[in-house]
């Protein structure tokens, strides 16, 4: 009896070993980004993140304008975590007051809402970022993830088709400290063991910590870059970097994940297949001349005018409209 009983526990044990063996993955050796797929079927598929984006291979396409609210806003808690693959940033927001993002190259009637954002970085300056541009990385790179509101919530739209989407931003070295990043890379110090937790003293917005060109971009369909590697998930790739100094990205590269140094948490870049990367093309400037114009129009026209005016604007407006989206 107790034989049986001594036995039962060492294959519960085995059965444990093995489903913490299943649900981990790293970035070296047997737990790399090469082994993913046996433990992960999805990792193996066909449409991975991250890619190589060739510049002279993107498609031009005048997307929608994103229409983004709540990246000013300032949420009441920002909790930094060493989760043992990245810092996962959770930004806590008062009544619903999550950012919300639409439009742009995102599904035309889906709103997004903002979920977290985590970072990817190199052991040095030359690699870091996942998706490269023209085979060039970047030392550090941003992950935004937003989730379609058409689910409850993550776990609901892991597995959807464009359930998920993600806002990268490249880092680029500059001289001078980013100020919006000073609390944030100080507070890495108390989160260098993997499961450990801080909060900011001073919570900022999260249009701080990124930048704020949302017209300049590459979009693509590709995957989650860590397990399970989830398909079907937007890519907005923003050309503009956020700036860092040498002196904030060390404190990236002293975190640790199980006695080690959390550096290089970046996936080699996937084959491309047979998908096609976008780039998007910027709205057009208004020209100078034609406000001009217009204000003198109006002011010749008077009120009665101003209507009829304003039914002219508002058909050429909805011409340029069709012109654009057809
Ligand atoms: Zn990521």
Redesign the pocket.
């Known amino acids: 009896m107790r034989l049986l009983r001594v036995a039962c526990n060492a294959a519960l044990l085995a059965l444990l070993t093995c489903a913490v063996i299943a649900e981990d993955f790293g970035y070296g050796g047997r737990e790399g980004p090469a082994h993913w797929g046996e433990s992960f079927k999805r990792c193996s598929g066909k449409h991975q993140s991250p890619i190589n984006i060739d510049a002279l291979q993107v498609v031009p396409r005048r997307f929608r304008e994103f229409q983004i609210h709540g990246l000013e806003r300032v949420p009441r808690d920002i909790k930094l975590t060493n989760n043992g693959h990245?810092v996962l940033v959770n930004m806590y927001y008062n009544d619903n007051m999550e950012p919300h993002m639409s439009n742009g190259p995102l599904r035309s009637d889906a709103v997004h809402v903002f979920e977290q954002f985590?970072f990817?970085w190199g052991i040095n300056d030359s690699m870091g970022s996942?998706d490269t541009i023209n085979n060039r990385a970047y030392p550090a790179?941003l992950?935004v993830v937003i989730r379609s509101m058409e689910y409850t919530n993550f776990s609901q739209a892991l597995g959807q088709d464009h359930g998920i989407a993600?806002f990268a931003f490249f880092f680029k070295i500059t001289q001078a400290d980013n100020p919006n990043y000073v609390e944030f890379t100080k507070k890495l110090q108390f989160i260098k063991r993997k499961g450990e937790s801080v909060d900011l003293d001073t919570p900022i917005s999260l249009g701080s910590f990124i930048s704020t060109d949302v017209q300049h971009y590459y979009s693509y369909v590709g995957s989650l870059?860590?397990p399970p590697c989830s398909e079907a998930v937007v890519w907005v790739d923003f050309e503009k970097p956020i700036e860092i100094s040498e002196f904030q990205l060390q404190f990236f590269r002293q975190l640790t994940a199980s006695d080690e140094h959390l550096r290089n948490n970046f996936r080699p870049t996937q084959p491309l297949n047979n998908r096609t990367v976008f780039r998007n093309i910027p709205p057009e400037p208004p020209k100078p001349n034609e406000s001009e114009n217009a204000a003198g129009q109006i002011a010749r026209l008077g009120i009665g005018g101003l209507l009829g005016l304003s039914l002219l604007t508002a058909l050429e407006l909805k011409g340029r409209f069709l012109v654009a989206f057809n």
Do not use: A, K, Y
């Open positions: 990245t985590h990817h996942e790179e992950h993600v870059t860590t």
